[in-house]
């Protein structure tokens, strides 16, 4: 079976405050804004499409799993452990809320940061190899 769906375009986040989020988004994560208004941000981000949506106070991206655990929908790939390692200090550095750098049986290290909306995000120390392989990384 061939590929239907070829990548992920576009993510919407919920926001409390669109202009707040979208200078903490652009300051600490490198993102670029393309659009602002009362009720979204457009911005780029790890070759991605993010839409910053103004929401009511408590919305997330988070879910509780089966064992109650409230978990991330969403896990950006760095390339190798030096760099998930270095972004992680930077994170520190720059006061973005960060957990541990997890060993979670698998390869890879990884780790969790949140938005001032408390926003899970994950961070992986592998970048995929159909992503390595596209863009000649090898």
């Known amino acids: 079976m061939s590929e239907k769906l070829v990548r992920v375009g576009t ?10 989020s979208s200078d903490w988004y652009t300051e600490k994560l490198g993102a670029i804004k393309n659009y602002q208004d009362e009720d979204k941000a457009i911005l ?6 993010i839409f910053l949506v103004k ?12 064992n109650g ?13 030096d760099n998930l390692i270095s972004l992680h200090n930077e994170f520190i550095e720059n006061l973005v809320q960060v957990g541990q750098v997890e060993n ?3 390869a890879g290290r990884n780790f969790v940061f949140e938005d001032p909306d408390g926003n ?19």
């Open 104 to 106: 979670r049986g698998h």
């Open 55 to 66: 929401s009511k106070v408590g919305e997330t991206l988070n879910f509780v799993d089966n």
């Open 11 to 20: 993510t919407y986040i919920p926001v409390t405050n669109v202009a707040l």
């Open 69 to 81: 655990q409230d978990r991330f929908a969403l896990t950006f790939e760095v390339d190798g452990l």
């Open 44 to 49: 780029n981000l790890a070759n991605q499409s």
């Open 120 to 138: 899970k995000f994950d961070v992986w120390s592998e970048l995929s190899p159909s992503y390595k392989e596209k863009f000649n990384m090898q």
